[in-house]
């Protein structure tokens, strides 16, 4: 799999041992820093939802500034 920049994968969680446990886990790579991503599903009001966290892989990396320009509208689904 191509890894691209501002874009970022979710896996189903098989291996939840406690409630609290993400849903769901991945990873994402935002202006060339890659982090790790959780979601969990929840219920609203609304309906069903995800609540979405995001950490840093490791210290080392430093994000960079954003410009509009750095964003591909395309993937953004709203």
């Known amino acids: 799999?191509?890894?691209?920049?501002?874009s970022g994968v979710l896996f189903s969680n098989d291996k939840r041992e406690k409630e609290t446990a993400p849903h769901y886990?991945?990873?994402?790579?935002?202006?060339?820093?890659?982090?790790?991503?959780?979601?969990?599903v929840k219920e609203g009001k609304n309906g069903k939802f995800?609540?979405?966290?995001?950490?840093?892989?490791?210290?080392?990396?430093?994000?960079?500034k954003v410009s509009p320009k750095d964003i591909d509208n395309d993937l953004i689904p709203f």
Not at 25 to 40: E, F, P, Q
Not at 50 to 64: F, Y
């Open 25 to 40: 886990k991945g990873n994402i790579t935002v202006a060339g820093v890659d982090y790790w991503l959780s979601a969990w």
């Open 1 to 6: 799999m191509e890894k691209k920049d501002n």
């Open 50 to 64: 995800l609540g979405l966290a995001v950490n840093p892989k490791d210290d080392q990396q430093t994000p960079r």
